[in-house]
C-alpha cells in the first residue's frame, strides 16, 4: 500500500497569511494526488486533483504542485473561512489512501 | 447540483449488520464510479470501497474485505455498503462519494455509524 505522510499535523496562521502543507508518498506516484479541506462538523470538500489543478468553484488562493513523491497544497492569502483540517490523497492505485490531516488553527 | 444523501446509520450490535443507502441525484449516477469513505470519531479519513457504473470492478479495504458488500443500483439512482459482523472499530461518520476511479470529487454529509451493546 502506498503510505502519505502529511507535515506539520497542526499549524497556527493569521488571516492574510500564506501557508504551505506538504505531502510525501512512500513510493513515485506521478502527479496522482488530491487535496481535500474539511472545516469543523462538515463533510470534506474536494479542492485539488493530478496535483495541480483546481476543482470547478475553488478560489484561486489555493494552488498545488509537486510530482514524484512530495506534494504541496499553497494557500496565498488565508481568509477566515480556510481555518479547517485538509488532507492529501494518492489517485494512483489501490487501496487509496490519504495523509493524516493538517489542521489549520487561527493565530 | 449534485446531491448525495446517506441513510441507514445508527447504532449496531458487534457481530450485527446494518445497510446504508445513497441516494444520489443532479448527476448520470450510471456513467461514475462511487465509493464509501469513513471517519472514525477524532480521527483521519479511510477510504472503504468503490465500485464502477457497471458493478464489474469492485474494491475493499483489507480491514472490511469479507465482511463489507458494495453495490448500487443504477435505476434507482443508489449506492448501498452492507454492513456484516460488525466491530467496535466501525464506529464512524461513513461518506458516499463520487469518484472517478481513484479519487473524489462530490461528497455526501454522511451518517453516523455506533457498533456498541
Known amino acids: 500500500d502506498i503510505q502519505m505522510t502529511q507535515s506539520p499535523s497542526s499549524l497556527s496562521a493569521s488571516v492574510g497569511d500564506r501557508v504551505t502543507i506538504t505531502c510525501w508518498a512512500s513510493q513515485r506516484i506521478g502527479t496522482y494526488v488530491s487535496w481535500y479541506q474539511q472545516r469543523p462538523g462538515k463533510a470534506p470538500k474536494s479542492l485539488i486533483y493530478d496535483a495541480s489543478s483546481l476543482q470547478s468553484g475553488v478560489p484561486s488562493r489555493f494552488s498545488g504542485s509537486g510530482s514524484g513523491t512530495d506534494f504541496t497544497l499553497t494557500i496565498s492569502s488565508l481568509q477566515a473561512e480556510d481555518f479547517a483540517t485538509y488532507y492529501c490523497?494518492?489517485?494512483?492505485?489501490?487501496?487509496?489512501?490519504f495523509g493524516g490531516g493538517t489542521k489549520v488553527e487561527i493565530k | 447540483e449534485v446531491q448525495l444523501v446517506e441513510s441507514g446509520g445508527g447504532l449496531g450490535q458487534p457481530g450485527g449488520s446494518l445497510r446504508l443507502s445513497c441516494a444520489a441525484s443532479g448527476f448520470t449516477f450510471s456513467s461514475h464510479w462511487m465509493h464509501w469513505v469513513r471517519q472514525a470519531p477524532g480521527k483521519g479519513l479511510a477510504w472503504v470501497s468503490r465500485i464502477n457504473s457497471d458493478e464489474n470492478i469492485i474494491t475493499y479495504a483489507d480491514s472490511v474485505k469479507g465482511r463489507f458488500t458494495i453495490s448500487r443500483d443504477n435505476a434507482k439512482n443508489t449506492l448501498y455498503l452492507q454492513m456484516d459482523s460488525l466491530r467496535a472499530e466501525d464506529t464512524a461518520v461513513y461518506y458516499c462519494v463520487r469518484g472517478p476511479r481513484y479519487s473524489f470529487d462530490y461528497w455526501g454529509l454522511g451518517t453516523l455509524v455506533t457498533v456498541s451493546s
Open positions: 490523497q494518492q489517485s494512483h492505485s489501490s487501496p487509496l489512501t
